[in-house]
């Protein structure tokens, strides 16, 4: 269990250097605030990207408490996700930043390939529009070799990981309670981790 929490935790260290100088280069970044794009309800993950958040959660002695929230709650957003009010819910936060999945740090600043094989950035409608000349010129820019991470080729790596769980896409909060299940049921017989202690 730890060492496959610490090998998405190194992905994601690294995609997220990968992501920082990318925004570097580009100059395209996130409205401050805008939590639009959590607010989908069609969001797909995979359990395996939420793994480290679940062990965080059973370290802090609050895994039982969030998985029985998932379990009862019907709402198709992210459970993670935090609107500053309920009556702007494009506005918002992670609830749980340093633990998002793969498909949160990828979303906007990662590209999927067409059928012609060319790279399109998977971004949103906001930036799109209000950063436009930005976009062109990162799309211009990737032509030309700007490197970007690629959806599928960080997938592949994370299925490396555990194919079982890394190949398991599913709606958001249905990934976020396989992967508390999962280190749940992990540790149901076996001593806790050695060299942790309960956070809470």
């Known amino acids: 269990m730890e060492s496959r929490v610490r090998a998405v ?3 994601f260290a690294g995609l997220d250097r990968e992501i920082a100088i990318f925004q570097s280069e580009s100059g395209l970044g996130c409205k401050a605030g805008c939590g639009k794009c959590c607010t989908y309800p069609d969001i797909e993950a995979s359990p395996l990207e939420f793994l480290p958040w ?19 709650g019907n709402n198709s957003i992210c459970h993670l996700y935090r609107p500053l009010s309920v009556l702007d819910s494009n506005s918002g936060r992670c609830g749980d ?11 906007g600043f990662g590209a999927t390939r067409d059928k012609m094989g060319e790279l399109r950035l998977a971004t949103c ?15 211009v820019a990737m032509k030309n070799g700007l490197y970007v991470p690629i959806f599928t080729d960080y997938y592949m790596n994370l299925n ?3 194919f079982r769980m890394g190949n398991s896409i599913l709606p958001i909060n249905k990934a976020l309670r ?17 060299g942790h202690k309960v956070i809470a």
């Open 160 to 162: 490396q990981i555990d």
């Open 9 to 11: 935790e190194a992905l």
């Open 178 to 194: 396989a992967a508390i299940e999962e280190v749940l049921q992990y540790y149901a017989y076996r001593p806790f981790p050695e």
């Open 125 to 139: 409608k906001i930036i799109k529009e209000n950063q436009a000349e930005l976009y062109e010129n990162s799309k």
């Open 54 to 72: 679940a062990f965080y959660l059973f370290l802090s002695g609050k895994a039982e408490t969030t998985l029985e929230e998932l379990k009862v």
């Open 97 to 107: 930043y340093k633990y998002r999945g793969l498909i949160c740090r990828l979303f």
